[in-house]
Every structure is written in C-alpha cells, then in structure tokens.
C-alpha cells in the first residue's frame, strides 16, 4: 500500500514539471518552426526580385543586342531576327542542361542546408 502511495505522491509532485517541460518543448517547436517560415519566406522573396531583376536585364540586353545588330545589317527584322534566334538557342540550352544547371544543384543545397538546421538543433 505504501507503493502506491509513494508512486502516487510522486506523479503529484512532478505533473507541474512535466507540464513545464510539455509546455517548454511546445514552445520549441513552435519557434523553430517560425524560424524555418521566416528563412523559406526570406529565400523566396529573395528569388522572385532576383528573377525579376534578371528578366528585366535580358530583356533589355536583348533590346540592346536586337539595335545593333539591326544597325550592323541595316535592318530592323534581321538584327531582331538574329537576336530572338539567339535567346531561342539559349532557352533550348537551358532546357536540355536543366538537370545539371538547376534541378541537380538546387536538390543539393536544400539537402546542405537541412543538414546544417538540424547540426544547429543538436
């Protein structure tokens, strides 16, 4: 009988730190996963200015490349003719090489950097 008493008296004295600790470790997760949001957040705002800031320079560089090119042939449909075949080559470049320019990198850095998040936690 007194077993259970001590087993008993012993879950009342410790159910308030293990409330605490139920509640401490909620409000770990909590945070990291705020953390996690905040950074994946930071990363994509990032790549939407950087992909738009891009467009923009290509676009222009190929208003740019598209003028001369038609003052070098005297023409405004040969110089932006060549130049839209040249930004046709590219896309298609950039379409076969996606694998090893884009898909395969980018699998890797997601890769890093769970890694790092979770030697941060440890």
Not at 91 to 104: C, G, P
Request: net charge negative.
């Amino acid at each position: 009988m007194s077993e259970q008493e001590n087993l008993g008296s012993f879950f009342k004295e410790n159910a308030k730190l293990a409330k605490d600790y139920f509640e401490t470790r909620m409000e770990i997760y909590r945070l990291m996963g705020i953390r996690i949001f905040a950074k994946s957040a930071g990363y994509f705002i990032w790549i939407i200015i950087s992909l738009f800031l891009f467009f923009l320079f290509t676009v222009f560089a190929g208003v740019v490349l598209s003028l001369w090119l038609s003052n070098m042939t005297g023409s405004y449909i040969a110089g932006f003719g060549i130049t839209t075949g040249v930004i046709v080559i590219i896309i298609l470049l950039l379409t076969v090489l996606r694998k090893t320019l884009f898909v395969n990198p980018i699998i890797k850095t997601f890769i890093n950097h769970a890694e790092e998040d979770h030697e941060e936690e440890e």
